[in-house]
């Protein structure tokens, strides 16, 4: 049993150390940044889930920049949309829209 233990502990060390560091990230607001830059960068596969993570765990931070949660809601919007969640789409672009209109961008 403790060689179970020992081994199992050792291969969860070796998997974190070679994840890539967003996946060990768990801030919202981390995430959403890091998101948008994926999906600048066209890895928009690599992006989804970011953007994803980030504004399903909204509600659980303050953005200091709220348009951050602007463009990760719209850029998640689009994905859900090429991916055919049309209500999921719609759900991040009313989002994005609610807070671009209070914070005036454009």
């Known amino acids: 049993m403790k ?3 020992l081994l199992l502990s050792t291969l969860t060390l070796l998997l974190l150390s070679y994840a890539p560091t967003w996946a060990q990230e768990d801030d919202p607001v981390t995430q959403c ?3 948008i830059e ?3 960068a066209h890895r928009d596969g690599e992006a989804f889930p970011l953007l994803e993570a980030g504004f399903n765990a909204r509600t659980t931070t303050t953005f200091s ?5 602007g ?3 719209i850029i998640l919007g689009w994905l859900r949309d090429v991916e055919g969640d049309s209500e999921g789409a719609l759900e991040a672009y009313y989002v994005s829209l609610d807070i671009f209109q209070q914070t005036g961008e454009r």
């Open 3 to 5: 060689k179970l233990i």
């Open 33 to 35: 940044v890091r998101g």
């Open 38 to 40: 994926l999906f600048n």
């Open 65 to 69: 920049d709220p348009n951050d949660l």
């Open 71 to 73: 463009y990760c809601a």
